[in-house]
């Protein structure tokens, strides 16, 4: 019975110590990370400034593989021809000094935080004018060391680009952003960046822009060769389409409405000149405002951009409602009624000799009221002159029908006297200008919409 618990109690025992040594042995496998990364990257083992070898280790270029993940656009700025954006940029590549043992696959990779620990591609932005890295709450920075030596440099950064602008469409434009990334000290015979096969480049889902959309991306290769040497370089290229809408009802359809507000001048009497001054001047100085403030918002570029022709012409537009009054006073007090005037003075000539040529006649019967008057017969005497010339006066001329002018009728409503001419300069305007504005419209619209399909 004694010998019983005795080996009980040994059994009991021995159980106890292979757990103690199985809890130890799983406590003490995370030791095996730190004990590698003094192996591999220890003081005298490890050379953070040579270059990782070729490939299969030939003394070739090392090659560097990239792939973005574009977090999100900030802005687009016209004025200063940049955008800014938040991406995760990652790059890998191989480094056979880097090779360890995985302990039976229990160890899949080494994390490091400090990239000054491993050799790294000397990588930098070319088109870059502001950037920084996040720190918050730590460094958004992460180096894994896989068992083959594969190295994957992950980090989060904020940049902003310059981005060149065509606006000669503007606002019916699209404009193509590119992010270029080179080495900066390597050549391609030392260091070659490749994106990586299948999806180098990702954007997030749902991503939102105030005036543009991310209509699509592409990636290439932009190899720069200067006198030091050939350099790898890579770039994305993102083609954003300006939105339409915004402009169209901030721009194009409160200039519309300045010029069409114009033309209400023609319809008010041409003898309230307050009024339709009053109207023609706060007209043109808001469209002139709202061409400033359209300008303000653009860089100052030498050739002419589809908003400056619109702009241009409304206010061309405006600016001749203002001179069509101007023309129409200056007719109903003077210059145009001149002809009206003189043949007024004409009627009145004839008038006053008609009235003189009765007044003679009825002096004549006066003076001679006792004489004799023989009837005369109605026949003309072919020998008698003066009977011929009276009788060339007396004939009427049939002359044939013309055929009606439509213009003509339609202004003839209008009265021939005094303020005739400048009446008929309103009635003119009133089919002239909406008739040239609407033309002014189809050329525009069909040029510039044809002329962006062209692009795209």
């Known amino acids: 019975m004694g ?15 292979s757990a103690s040594l199985a809890n130890n042995a799983k406590i003490n496998f995370r030791e095996k990370e730190k004990k590698v990364l003094d192996q591999i990257l220890g003081a005298g083992k490890y050379d953070a400034r040579i270059r990782p070898s070729g490939i299969n280790g030939t003394d070739g270029p090392a090659i560097v593989r990239i792939n973005l993940f574009v977090r999100s656009i900030m802005t687009i700025s016209d004025i200063k021809m940049e955008y800014s954006v938040q991406l995760t940029f990652r790059e890998q590549w191989t480094d056979e000094r880097l090779k360890f043992d995985d302990i039976q696959g229990r160890l899949k990779y080494l994390t490091l935080t400090e990239a000054n620990r491993v050799w790294m591609p000397d990588l930098f932005f070319s088109n870059e004018k502001e950037g920084h890295f996040h720190n918050i709450i730590m460094p958004n920075v992460y180096i894994r060391i896989f068992p083959n030596g594969s190295v994957l440099y992950s980090i989060r950064i904020s940049l902003t680009l310059a981005c060149p602008m065509n606006l000669k469409l503007y606002p019916l434009d699209r404009q193509i952003c590119s992010l270029r990334m080179a080495s900066y000290g390597w050549t391609t015979n030392d260091l070659v960046f490749l994106w990586k096969e299948g999806d180098p480049v990702q954007v997030v889902k749902n991503l939102h822009l105030p005036r543009f959309t991310l209509e699509k991306f592409l990636t290439d290769y932009c190899n720069s060769k200067t006198n030091t040497g050939e350099y790898s370089c890579l770039k994305v290229d993102l083609l954003f389409k300006r939105e339409f809408s915004y402009y169209l009802i901030q721009i194009y359809i409160p200039c519309c409405m300045l010029v069409i507000v114009s033309w209400v001048s023609f319809w008010l009497d041409q003898g309230a000149v307050p009024a339709r001054v009053s109207l023609g001047v706060t007209t043109l100085l808001t469209m002139a405002t709202q061409t400033s403030g359209i300008n303000a918002s653009l860089p100052p570029v030498s050739y002419t951009k589809a908003i400056d022709v619109w702009t241009g012409v409304c206010l061309t537009f405006v600016f001749g409602a203002l001179l069509e009054f101007a023309l129409v006073n200056y007719a109903s007090r003077s210059g145009l009624n001149k002809p009206n005037m003189h043949k007024d003075n004409i009627k009145k000539k004839r008038r006053d000799l008609e009235q ?46 013309k055929r009606p002018n439509c213009c003509k009728t339609w202004l003839s409503k209008f009265p021939t006297r005094q303020c005739s001419r400048s009446k008929r300069i309103d009635v003119i305007s009133r089919i002239t200008f909406p008739l040239v504005f609407a033309l002014f419209n189809l050329v525009y619209w069909s040029t510039y919409l044809f002329r962006e399909e062209e692009d795209e």
């Open 3 to 17: 010998t019983g618990h005795y080996f009980w109690a040994i059994f009991y025992f021995a159980s106890l110590c």
């Open 356 to 401: 003189a040529s009765l007044d003679a006649a009825s002096d004549l019967l006066d003076t001679d009221s006792n004489a004799t008057f023989a009837m005369k017969p109605l026949v003309r005497h072919p020998a008698d002159p003066l009977a011929l010339e009276k009788l060339r006066q007396c004939e009427v001329h049939m002359q044939p029908p």
